[in-house]
């Protein structure tokens, strides 16, 4: 496993990192993704921008409005082992990514960058609604993940851009949220992974419900026709199965050697449901 | 003391600089002037190789030589050391590069030698191959149909061999006058063997001696040295030296001799004796180093009505891959269709093997080679026939198994006779109470109540069981050595033991550890019966320059075999030791005892002489009796007169999510006879790992090629290992018939975990499947094929 040779620089600034990321350069962080592509000489590159070094963009701290920032070089296990895992999908999702190592290793920021059609973030980062900061030579700006995850390893991400940082919804009582995945059992990616954040009006009913799903065709997505037909429902096991049968719907499916579409298609609703349960359980509980 | 180091468990002295990274494999070991070796692999499966410009290749940086079929078409291709079943004039082995035509993905086109394995590795890219594609078949069934794509034109219709065992017409009589005949085709899908250290060679010819070392990751360096010397370099076999260093695993796909321990050896001495390295990728072994299984198989199983089995018929279909590798043929014939018999009085049996050529990698023995297979088939039949019948399948096995008073047993459709005559019975065995253990441990006749609970939860929960037999310690040269038959050499083993001075024992042994702890087990073996520490036994194995000729670790075979004659050496050591005690207290040989490592006359205890002291005498050497030759240094050879036999029976249960198809194996209950332990420790090891990787074929492994031939499932990322995670903690037990058959009373024990697992599991999920009328699925039970199942079934019943 060796890779085709490349060039390799490590800034110092951000400023320095966005002057070098150009045509044929690829920005790494904790190489996760991106080295076994090198190696397995699926994917080649002129120079790689490792933006380890830059300075802060590790980190998560809690914004003024309540909001929550995670800096694009923290960790899964950072992520975990802080104030985020209040969030109660990624504590589902991120002890199911990878093993130790990677999650030692990989960067949430990475991760999303890298936009894998089956990884679990992406799916969890619609259903919170997240947004992602990218930095250019120009400014920052922020993208909605509905708006940044474009298919297969792609994104909205410009090419002079660099992902610096992930901004989460503040908490609040009313919300619970869950995540369920299906696994391949040769790769742990989500055949299936769905995430679920549903909110429970004072009525009791459901006020609000987002739902991404991972796995299931060439891009993460909001499974929006499952969240209208839940909101405004009581929530009952009735309502949450008969939204979650359109978890699929108006999607291409995939089919490979690990599920054909038919399969897929099924498990996308079964674990729609379970993540809709998961997450009113954690409102409700 | 002897009875303390023989059977106890002693952690493996081994473990230690393995588990600190200390251990010495292949890629450790790194030679003044050493260069790098990559094989440009064929991207298609089967394709004529118009032409090949090696022109850039061998202009890149650091590139010492590049070489293509037509460099290396002098040297020999591989020998098929095992032509089994008849393979006569068909036999097609590799070359060391393809010359003209490709005939699977991986085969190999062109090799580079650069200084470094980067450069090596980037010139491959630089090499211009225009291939014309051919016609690919990659199913075994397919490839012998009319008009099917043909690999070799010496093999029509793409078969190696037809080959039959058993009573045809006994067999067919038994199933036209059947009360009850169940027919089923069931197809044992292929494996990829996946050891962790992946495969490779390192060469070193020197121009001083005209000699050649080898390094190789080789479960057989003597048999390696053997077909390189003779069958493919032409090189006098006393001119070359095979090392095994530490081997990471192997399962059986590092017995066979590999284009690359040649062609290391040969481009060494191209470059005038610089030492080439090559090493697998783990795409590399994915691709081009053996794989196992993949039989496709339909088979009748005739009995009466109150479950006595009273025939069995089997026709197979044994996919080969493109080429033959070393001991391909022997597998689905001399090591599948002899064992059909299993633990059960099955009067008439009869099989029919098809060999096939396709356009895959090439098949051959994988952890139990042949008699998983085997018993998969058969605990399957017997599940399917006590359905048909509605008895319950531990009745009907109770019922068929061979009584405990009929051993040594012989198989009444002469499936243990080889052409010549020569019959092997089974040695020992009382198989009732072993499966009852496991049925009792497994709360068998309480699990109506877990079935209950468990649908409550929207689970189908299963029972399986799968007993077996496994024929190891393969063996004797009598059934084995037969040519045609068998495969032309002996199967005996050897072990050198000495006592030094210092009465420090080194034993050296013609086996080969990969993992199985020879340097435990031997030791304690010769610390047994020397009466000497533990401690003060060295075990030496793997270099042909260092150790007695051997035929290598494979078939459960280093105790049963290796292990004898090792203990065999060491009372060659006390019967020389007795004499010169004799001559050292005065006394008549006829009085000396021997225990505990000491010497002494009979009566008089206090005179003695330990076996240290005696060695000293021997090696000092300045009184011996008259005629007797200085130091303690015996070699022996053994060639037991049969196989082992061990035998058990092994209960899975399952519980499948009626949504998804996902299946949890909830329990797994092992009870093994594997006759005495010479470590129980590393027995249990053994039966661990051998469960994990059975329960991987039944539930998740599977090695799949598109039509076009390329291997889908070629990476860890698509090709499903089992996980610690994924199993549940194994609950083992035992009995103990000791093998009548070796003086140690050992059978094999490497290969029964892998060997009972797949059934059991496989039983178990059709069981839990069967309130829907699901009777038999493939493997790998994948969610997916079992949810598809359910879905049919459902479906079927609305």
Sequence with gaps: MIPAAFGYSRPKTLDQALREIRNGSKVIAGGQSLLPLLKLRLAAVDRLVDIGSVPGLKGIRRLDDGRMAVGALTTYRELLESPAAEYGLLRDALPMIADVQVRNRGTVGGSIAHADPASDLPACLLALDAEIVARSPSGERTIRAAEFFQGAFATALAENEILTEIRLPGPRDDAGSAYRKLKQRASGYAIVGVAAVVVRGADGTIAEARIGITGVGDVAYRATAVEKALVGSDGSARAIGAAAVLATEGRVVNADIHA?????????????????????????? | MATQVLGAPIKRREDPRFITGEGHYLDDIKLPGMTSAAVLRSPYAHARIRSIDTTAAKAMPGVVAVWTGEDTKDINPLPCAWPAGGVDNNINTPRILAIDTVRWTGEGVALVVAESAEQARDAIDAIVVDYEPLPVVVDAEAALKKGAPQLHENAPNNVVMRWTVGKEKETDAAI?????????????????PNPIETRGALARWDPGTDEYTIWMTSQAPHVMRLLIAAFVLGVPEHKIRCISPDVGGAFGSKIYLYTDMVFTAWASKQLGGRPVKFVESRSENYLATTHGRDHITDFEIAGTRDGTITGLRVKTIANLGAYLSTVAPGIPTTLYARLLGGPYVTPAIWCEITGVYTNTGMVDAYRGAGRPEATYLLERAIDLFAREIGLDGAAVRRKNFIPPDQFPYRNTSGLGANRSGIELSIDSGNYTPTMDKALTIAGYYEIGKAKDEARRRGKYLGIGISSYIEACGIAPSKWFGLPGEGWGAGLWESANVRVHLTGKVVVTTGSQSHGQGHETTMAQIVAAELGVPFDDVLVEHSDTAGTPFGYGTYGSRSATVGGVAARNAARKIIEKSRRLAAHMLEASVDDIEFADGKFSVQGSPDKAKTIQEVAL???????????????????AYYDPPNLSWPFGTHVAIVEVDEETGEVDLTRYIAVDDVGKKINPLIVDGQIHGGIVQGVGQALWES?????DGQLVSGSMMDYALPRASWLPGFELDETITPSTDNPLGVKGVGETGTIASTAAVANAVVDALAPLGIRHLDLPLTAPRVWHAIQSAKGGQA
Excluded: C
């Design chain 2, 176 to 192: 036209k006058s059947a009360e009850v005949v169940v027919r089923q085709r069931i197809v044992n899908q292929r494996l990829i």
């Design chain 1, 260 to 285: 054909d579409a038919e399969y897929r298609t099924a498990m996308a609703a079964v674990y729609t449901r379970r993540a809709i349960e998961g997450a009113l359980a954690r409102i409700d509980g």
């Design chain 2, 617 to 635: 005498a021997a090696s000092v050497g300045y009184d011996l009796p008259a005629g007797m030759e200085p130091f303690l240094d015996e070699t």
């Design chain 2, 703 to 707: 090695a799949v090629y598109s039509d």
